[in-house]
């Protein structure tokens, strides 16, 4: 069974300074989707970067951008220029053709002004 | 430009009780879901849809039924709540080009 993990619950980045989430995966699949969905207060679920596994190039969204690294099963989020408005939980989501979309536990950051 | 709408946002229920938690695309998807927040749990799935007329269990499908009668709605329902279903209900649907996944607002309930 596919399982997602997210081993840092809390963590907290000053303004203005660069922040990486983990996130690590484990399937049998070599063909699959991944995706960091942003949960803000005010609870609304949005899509923030998604990466096809079978591009070795990593995604990039302006200040988001991902490390994609396919062999460790290993899809960390790097958010640059932190902002206030970026607090939120944070979940890692995977996706092959099941339709089943398996998300992680979630990190809580807080950006510190 | 809706997206995807649940309603009621809020809902307090009396253990026993039953109730329906209504989600509605106007998105055309054909793949709808619908998923419970825990803290310290993530989302967890509890149906799917993969088209009008169709529904399936997810990971955690127990005290829940679902209907897809028509394309854009896909129907929670709770025939006697526990205490143990309080949380943060959300219905999302899949589109778009690879995929991803719209959400609606999310749905509080609290069983007393």
């Known amino acids: 069974a596919q399982t997602v993990t997210q081993s840092q619950p809390e963590m907290s980045v000053q303004e203005a300074e660069t922040v990486t989430l983990s996130c690590t995966y484990d399937?049998?699949?070599?063909?699959?989707?991944l995706f960091w969905y942003k949960q803000p207060p005010s609870r609304q679920m949005i899509l923030v970067i998604r990466q096809e596994a079978y591009k070795q190039q990593n995604a990039t969204e302006n200040r988001f951008s991902v490390n994609f690294q396919k062999a460790a099963k290993s899809f960390s989020l790097k958010i640059s220029d932190s902002q206030l408005g970026d607090t939120a939980m944070y979940f890692c989501?995977?996706?092959?053709?099941?339709?089943?979309?398996?998300f992680g536990t979630g990190t809580r950051l807080k950006v510190l002004a | 430009n809706a997206g995807v709408t649940q309603t009621p946002k809020f809902r307090v229920l009396k253990t026993g009780q039953s109730m329906t938690l209504l989600c509605a695309q106007d998105?055309?998807?054909?793949?709808m879901y619908w998923y419970r927040q825990d803290p310290g749990m993530g989302l967890r799935l509890i149906h799917y849809s993969v088209g009008e007329g169709t529904t399936a269990k997810g990971e955690v499908p127990d005290g829940y039924n679902v209907s897809r009668l028509k394309k854009q709605n896909f129907l929670l329902g709770l025939e006697s709540a526990a205490p143990s279903q309080t949380s943060v209900y959300f219905c999302?649907?899949?589109?778009?080009?690879?995929?991803?996944?719209?959400f609606g607002e999310g749905s509080r309930l609290t069983v007393l």
């Open positions: 999302a649907s899949r589109g778009g080009e690879v995929g991803e996944l719209f």
């Open positions: 998105m055309n998807h054909e793949y």
């Open positions: 989501a995977f996706l092959s053709g099941t339709y089943k979309y398996i």
């Open positions: 399937t049998s699949e070599s063909n699959y989707y």
